[in-house]
């Protein structure tokens, strides 16, 4: 459809003659999903959303040719009177800040030449000729960064470990296997803007002596592949990667592979196995991949959005960066909103905002006038926040605390007519199907617990239910191998916390 409208486009400005004076970009997802297909027109930065076709014309000869914006296809916010034009005002834009995703709504995605126009390489070329590797890894740690793929580890102290290892040759490792039910952040980056983690891998690779990383895929994401492999061809005709970069002595080169679609090869240890062509699977830690990682060598493995950080700390320094968030939690979160909410798509917002904020001021608050019931972040492996927390500071602590997690960044809205019971069961029947199977507690415990919800929602709870489900849970988080198993527990752990009164009304129900 998007690829319609950009012919309609191109044939009104041939047929206007424009051609020559106005440029078309195809950039990477500007972020309001539910408002495609969108454009953006300079130099006003006047915003159209659901565009079809036949609005190519108006467009042209309207707004380009007498410059007044088509007022009907203007973005209006939920029950505003007056349409916004300009795309830093819509709601959705509103209180975000743009580290990672800086270039995604202005550069092609496909032209290195754009990336370098807006600073791209310009931080590999200051590590290369002006930093050590040791000052490189401090500057990283000095900026408080914290891995985004949900643990939130110190991304510096991840790289010392690794450079401070023994054995040779050491790796540097993408984890692009984002699997979460609505969480498609890693995959905005990867498709709209390349090369920002080509340059982060790359900068790492010096940081830590690294001469080969790996970008790890999923499968369901072509257009994200397809775009990689040939930022990384273009990086490489460019003298961006592969030898003596910069005219330097160091070498650095990056390939792809392929996920088959396991949610657990987004766990570290089974994205490296997979890696190395054998079995998706978990493998208990220690050691961790600092010390043993692909082909048993250190390597460091970080998610997309960690690597799209990089360059902006090294050019703007960690200072600069380090001035963003809170104390605990530097920089900027990107998440993707979904479910009952008006505005949904992605956003990038500091660390520290309210929950309150993102579903209201940016999300545009809940369809159809209902009362905002809960958020889930973190997707299978976090929990839900109830409406009393909505004034929650986002940050991996505070999250924490409340039996959710940050997670990769997934951020689903429910509404006063959600079942609580039904969103923990969703859930656990994903992890069920998504098991690796190689652990029990994992493997056995997480089909019981489901069998047990089953019951629940089908009107032959029992009473006792509510308290084995609570010990399982607190078995699978204590014994299970790998983080898919130790975080399945936790939407039902929380759905109890805060929603018991609806497990117990069904089980009332029982027929
Ligand atoms: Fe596999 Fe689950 Fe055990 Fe992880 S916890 S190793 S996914 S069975």
Redesign the pocket.
């Known amino acids: 459809k998007c690829g319609e409208v950009v012919d309609a486009l191109k044939e009104s400005l041939n047929k206007n003659g424009l051609t020559e004076q106005v440029r078309i970009i195809l950039t990477g997802c500007m972020g309001p999903c539910d408002m495609g297909p969108v454009a953006i027109v300079y130099p006003d930065a006047t915003f159209y959303r659901r565009l079809r076709p036949k609005d190519a014309e108006a467009i042209v000869e309207e707004h380009i040719m007498k410059g007044a914006p088509v007022q009907r296809l203007l973005y209006r916010a939920p029950g505003a009177k007056e349409p916004t034009p300009c795309i830093h005002d819509i709601d959705l834009f509103k209180k975000q800040q743009k580290i990672v995703l800086r270039n995604t709504i202005y550069i092609d995605p496909l032209s290195i030449e754009e990336y370098i126009g807006r600073d791209g390489y310009a931080a590999l070329a200051k590590v290369l000729t002006q930093m050590t590797p040791a000052q490189v890894i401090e500057e990283v740690k000095k900026s408080g960064l914290r891995g985004r793929g949900g643990a939130g580890f110190s991304t510096g102290m991840k790289w010392g470990f690794t450079a401070a290892a023994p054995g040779t040759p050491k790796y540097v490792v993408c984890n692009g296997d984002e699997g979460d039910p609505g969480a498609f952040m890693d995959r905005s980056v990867l498709e709209g803007d390349p090369h920002s983690v080509i340059e982060g891998m790359a900068i790492c690779g010096y940081a830590i002596g690294a001469e080969q990383g790996y970008v790890y895929v999923r499968a369901e994401y072509p257009l994200a592949i397809q775009r990689l492999s040939y930022a990384i061809e273009k990086a490489r005709e460019y003298g961006l990667l592969g030898k003596n970069i910069f005219g330097t002595s160091f070498n650095f080169d990056i390939e792809i592979r392929i996920g088959a679609g396991a949610f ?1 090869c987004g ?1 570290e240890t089974a994205l490296l196995a997979s890696i190395e062509g054998k079995r998706g ?2 493998r208990p830690r220690p050691p961790f991949p600092a010390q043993s990682g692909v082909w048993g060598k250190p390597t460091v493995i970080n998610n997309v959005e960690t690597w799209a950080n990089i360059a902006p700390i090294i050019l703007k320094g960690a200072d600069w960066y380090a001035s963003i968030g809170t104390e605990k939690s530097k920089g900027t979160k990107v998440f993707a909103l979904a479910g009952r909410i008006n505005n949904t798509g992605i956003v990038e917002v500091p660390m520290g905002i309210t929950l309150r904020e993102i579903v209201y001021e940016i999300g545009g608050g809940i369809p159809r006038k209902k009362q905002f019931k809960a958020v889930q972040t973190g997707g299978p492996s976090g929990g839900c926040i109830p409406a009393e927390h909505l004034d929650t500071p986002i940050d991996y602590d505070s999250l924490g605390a409340l039996g959710a997690i940050m997670g990769s960044g997934g951020m689903i809205v429910m509404d006063e007519d959600t079942c609580m019971v039904d969103i923990a069961k969703f859930f656990l029947d994903f992890v069920v199907d998504e ?5 029990s507690p ?2 056995i415990g997480t089909k019981r617990m489901y069998e047990i919800l089953d019951r629940i929602t089908n009107g032959q709870g029992r009473e006792g239910d509510i308290e084995l489900l609570s010990e399982l849970a607190t078995t699978i988080k204590n014994t ?3 983080g ?3 975080t399945a527990p936790n939407p039902v752990l929380s759905t109890i916390r805060y929603f018991r009164d609806e497990y117990e009304e069904h089980i009332k129900e029982r027929k």
């Not at 098991?435 to 652990?439: I, V």
């Open positions: 657990v766990e699977e978990p098991s690796c199977g190689k652990c994992c493997r299970a191998l790998c898919l198993g130790q």
